[in-house]
C-alpha cells in the first residue's frame, strides 16, 4: 500500500488511465475485426452485391482508420504500431479488390 497522498493520488491515475487506454485498444480490436469479415465477405459475394459490399468495406474501414488515429494522438497506441495496423487493414483490401 502507498505510504504518501501522492502515491496514492498516482495510483488511482494509473489505474484511471488503464481502463481508459483498455477501451481505446478494445475499440481497435473489435473495428479491425468488423473490417477483416467485411473484406471476407466482399471477396466472397457475386458481381451484383460486390458494390454494396464495397460501401460497407469503405465504410467500416473510415471507422477503424478514425479510431486508431484517436488512439495514436491519445498515446494509447505508439505512432508506428498505428501505422502498421492501418497498413494490414489496406493490405487486407488490396489482396481481394480487383486492380484498378
Avoid: C, W
Wanted: aromatic share 4%.
Amino acid at each position: 500500500m502507498a505510504n504518501s497522498k501522492s502515491a496514492l493520488k498516482r495510483i488511482k491515475i494509473a489505474e484511471r488511465n488503464r481502463l481508459r487506454n483498455k477501451s481505446y485498444k478494445s475499440a481497435v480490436r473489435t473495428l479491425m475485426k468488423k473490417y477483416f469479415q467485411a473484406v471476407e465477405e466482399y471477396a466472397a459475394s457475386s458481381t451484383e452485391e460486390k458494390e454494396e459490399k464495397g460501401k460497407v468495406v469503405q465504410q467500416s474501414m473510415s471507422a477503424a482508420y478514425s479510431k486508431i488515429d484517436k488512439a495514436v494522438k491519445r498515446n494509447v497506441l505508439h505512432r508506428n504500431n498505428g501505422a502498421r495496423k492501418k497498413a494490414r487493414l489496406a493490405k487486407a483490401l488490396k489482396k481481394v479488390a480487383p486492380a484498378s
